[in-house]
Structure formats: structure tokens, C-alpha cells
């Protein structure tokens, strides 16, 4: 483990550009990870409550931004976003200008010798918190061939997801999987799974595996509305997914946020439409949120030649109406 993070934050200008940050103003990093985002966002005067479940990232981000934790302008707290509500009013952040998700895993954690990477031989574990109950061997030696199938294609979308649930059940009758190495073997073994594209046909599996193990999806959709109870009006809530499990969940979050209810039931419409009509008969009452960007912002060509992690970056942001 390296005393200073080592991970490259992605999207920076531009999410720090459409959380319109003010100086003085409280802003949530609910993945505060390295501390790339929040940094910046200290240095353009805002006040930041940041949130991660790995202690590990915590202990660098305390170290590298200790000057902002002395000024009392950053608080570092170790919790899950689940529980966001709870930790935002706890800390004195019940009413915020704007809150960042930045999902998926740091570079450090890649590095961290938790099994995160199936380009090293490590223990099986994939915690992203230590005190989680449940690792990545856990779930490939426990689960049976059916669960292992449906986890890998719900969450991950892995081809010949049969095939390799399989070889996983056949090996660990011999012996418990215990490493990456272990795990990307038996993906060697199937002969569908030997390497046809750039992606190494273990990158899939071992996401899937990661996702389950850390509860990712469910996580992300209990924080979402705690998020949006959280923001000030015209505050913003922006949103940086890996992948189209994660996407799907921030696009129909933000779609449905941005739905009014006009006062005669069952009409429902979106803001664009009320406009059309400007009539008082639609008084509505508005439900949340709307969308500052259509489509989701994605790496520009330089930055993922820079920073390749950036590749399957999206971004979404919303303001509270
Ligand atoms: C991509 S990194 C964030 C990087 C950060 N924006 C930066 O610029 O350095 C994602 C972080 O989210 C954290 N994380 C994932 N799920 C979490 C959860 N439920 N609650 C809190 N932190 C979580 C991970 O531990 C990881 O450190």
C-alpha cells in the first residue's frame, strides 16, 4: 500500500463544472475514493462531507488532504452510501448544494492485494469494506451452477456464462477456489472463453463477482433518492457509472425524477409538455428532478488515451427542481 492515492480522477473538469460549485457551500463525495473530485471541488471554495467504505482509501485521503481537515473544511467519514441520509445529518450536511457518485473501484483498490485485478495471483476476496460478511470465493465455492449463471449474465452481461458456471462447480469439487489465478484458470479452460477481443474474458466475471459481493446495484438505488432529499433547490446531483447495470439505474432515476403529477390524476407529463400547455388546471406538483444533460457525458479521445480507466465513463447530472 502507497501513502498517497494513485488513482486518476475521471470526467474531473467536467463534473466539477456542472456541480456549479460555490465557496462556502456544502457538497457530498459519497465515493470519496482517492479524493480527485473532492479536491478540486475544495479548491474551488466548496465545503465537502466525503464518504467511502474502504479504510484503506480513507487513511490516503486523510493524509493527502490533511490541510483541508485541519481548516475544518473536509470531513472524512468511513460509511456506505446506503445509509446516506443518516450520515449527511450526523455530520451537519442535512441541506447540500450538490453530491457526486463516482462508481466503480479506484486504481489503488486494483492495486490493493484484495483480488480486485485477474491480472495478479491474489486471495479471492473483492471487499471494497473488510467488515463485509461475504468475499468473491465465498460466493464461486457456495453458490450453485444456476445462481452462478444468473449472477454472472444479470449483473455483468459475461457470454457463455453457462459454460463457466460450470467449469467453476466442476473444479471446486476438487478443491476450494481460494485465488484470482485459480478463478482465471478455470476461465482458461473453457475453451469458448479463450481470448477473441481486446477484453479478457475474465474482466466480465470478475466484475459481476465484485458487484454481488459489495452490493453494488441495491446500494445505488437506496442512496439515490436519500441524494435528491438531501440537495437545496437547484442543487445537483451528478452521477459517474462504469457500466450499463449502474447506467440503467441513474437514467430511470433521473427520467422518473423528472415526471410532474399534474393535479388532475392520471395525466402525467413531462416538464417540456407542462410548459406547452402553461394552464393553471396543471398545477403541478413536481416530483423532483431534471436532467442539465440529455445524453451522458462521456471521455473525451485525449483523456482515455491518458487515463484508459475512463473508457467506459458516463456521466449524468440533475438538478433539484
Ligand atoms: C472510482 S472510486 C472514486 C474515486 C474518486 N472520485 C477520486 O477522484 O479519487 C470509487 C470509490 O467508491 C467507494 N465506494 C463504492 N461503494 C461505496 C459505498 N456503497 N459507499 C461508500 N463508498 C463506496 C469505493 O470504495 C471507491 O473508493
Not at 446506503?82 to 453530491?99: M, P, Q, Y
Not at 482458461?188 to 466475471?205: G, I
Not at 447495470?245 to 402525467?268: L, M, N
Not at 428532478?289 to 480507466?309: C, L
Request: aromatic residues 6%; contains cysteine.
Amino acid at each position: 500500500m502507497t501513502n498517497s492515492s494513485r488513482h486518476v480522477p475521471v470526467l474531473l473538469e467536467e463534473t466539477i463544472d456542472l456541480l456549479k460549485i460555490k465557496t462556502g457551500k456544502k457538497y457530498i463525495d459519497a465515493t470519496l475514493g482517492g479524493g480527485g473530485h473532492t479536491k478540486k471541488i475544495l479548491e474551488s471554495g466548496g465545503l465537502v462531507l466525503g464518504i467511502d467504505r474502504d479504510p484503506e482509501a480513507l487513511e490516503k485521503v486523510k493524509k493527502d488532504l490533511s490541510e483541508y481537515i485541519k481548516q475544518k473544511k473536509l470531513i472524512v467519514y468511513r460509511g456506505s452510501f446506503e445509509n446516506l441520509d443518516t450520515i449527511a445529518r450526523e455530520n451537519g450536511f442535512g441541506e447540500i448544494n450538490g453530491i457526486l457518485f463516482d462508481l466503480g473501484m479506484s486504481s489503488d483498490q486494483f492495486e490493493s492485494g484484495r483480488g480486485f485485478s485477474f491480472m495478479k495471483d491474489e486471495p479471492l476476496d473483492m471487499r471494497m469494506d473488510p467488515d463485509l460478511g461475504v468475499t468473491a470465493a465465498d460466493l464461486a465455492n457456495a453458490l450453485s451452477q444456476k445462481e452462478l449463471f444468473g449472477l454472472f449474465t444479470k449483473l455483468a452481461q459475461v457470454e457463455r456464462a453457462r459454460e463457466i458456471a460450470g467449469a467453476i462447480v466442476k473444479r471446486r469439487r476438487l478443491a476450494p477456489i481460494k485465488t484470482t489465478r485459480e478463478l482465471v484458470k478455470i476461465m482458461e479452460s473453457v475453451p469458448v472463453c479463450r481470448r477473441q477481443t481486446n477484453l479478457h474474458p475474465a474482466t466480465k466475471v470478475f466484475m459481476a463477482l465484485r458487484i454481488a459481493v459489495n452490493n453494488e446495484l441495491e446500494n445505488l438505488e437506496k442512496a439515490l433518492p436519500q441524494a435528491c432529499g438531501l440537495l437545496e433547490i437547484g442543487g445537483r446531483l451528478a452521477v459517474i457509472s462504469f457500466h450499463q447495470g449502474e447506467d440503467k439505474i441513474v437514467k430511470w432515476f433521473f427520467r422518473q425524477r423528472s415526471v410532474v403529477i399534474p393535479a388532475k390524476e392520471g395525466i402525467y407529463l413531462d416538464r417540456s409538455q407542462v410548459k406547452q400547455f402553461d394552464s393553471p388546471m396543471l398545477t403541478a406538483e413536481v416530483s423532483g428532478m431534471t436532467e442539465v444533460n440529455k445524453e451522458p457525458i462521456m471521455a473525451s479521445a485525449k483523456e482515455v488515451q491518458f487515463n484508459p480507466g475512463s473508457r467506459s465513463a458516463k456521466l449524468r447530472v440533475a438538478e433539484k427542481l
